[in-house]
T-cell receptor, first 113, second 114 residues
């Protein structure tokens, strides 16, 4: 059974720092991996999607990597800003059940001005 | 920005009432999903659909039911709401393509059953 774990559960950094969020999964037979952002009381915003054949994806200040063999993904945020404060969710896409996503519990990020 | 909508955003209702949570998307996506998220917990899939007239149950057991009569519409119904149904319900959709299978999420419905 696929399990997704995110470390740390919470992170507080001063503005301007570069930071790394970690995601690990137990079954390497994944379809894709997606990083989301969730603001309090809101839905999820897709940040990056990495297909199983890819190693990384970049969007602006965000870079996500994928190492299927070790069951790990990282989300790198450069030059963090207070507006980056949110919960970041990692989700693994599976081959069954319509490509359902299995989510980690998230990392709650706070960027202090 | 994803064109996927959920109504209502917030609902407080008494035990025993029948409720329907609406979800619609204007992107022409064939796949649609319902996830449930309890406070501080991860999301779990409760229903999904491959297309019109296709509905399947997800991993997390749910007393809710869904229907998919039109591509753009995927409502979720609870025949008799109970306090245990209090949660956030998130609808999502995606397109069946081999290289772009991003799931787009709606804003969610936060349900409270008294």
């Amino acid at each position: 059974k696929q399990e997704v774990t995110q470390i740390p559960a919470a992170l507080s950094v001063p503005e301007g720092e570069n930071l790394v969020l970690n995601c690990s999964f137990t079954d390497s037979a994944i379809y894709n991996l997606q990083w989301f952002r969730q603001d309090p009381g809101k839905g999820l915003t897709s940040l990056l999607l990495i297909q199983s054949s890819q190693r990384e994806q970049t969007s602006g200040r965000l870079n996500a990597s994928l190492d299927k063999s070790s069951g790990r993904s990282t989300l790198y945020i450069a030059a963090s800003q207070p507006g980056d404060s949110a919960t970041y969710l990692c989700a693994v896409g599976t081959y069954n059940q319509g490509g359902k996503l299995i989510f980690g519990q998230g990392t709650e990020l706070s960027v202090k001005p | 920005e994803a064109d996927i909508y959920q109504t209502p955003r917030y609902l407080v209702i008494g035990t025993g009432k029948k409720i329907t949570l609406e979800c619609s998307q204007t992107m022409g996506h064939d796949k649609m999903y319902w996830y449930q998220q309890d406070p501080g917990m991860e999301l779990h899939l409760i229903h999904y659909s491959y297309g019109v007239n296709s509905t399947e149950k997800g991993d997390l057991s749910s007393e809710s039911t869904v229907s998919r009569i039109r591509t753009e519409h995927f409502p979720l119904t609870l025949e008799s709401a109970r306090p245990s149904h209090t949660s956030q319900y998130l609808c999502a959709s995606s397109l069946t393509l081999p290289t772009t299978d991003t799931q787009y999420f709606g804003p969610g419905t936060r349900l409270t059953v008294l």
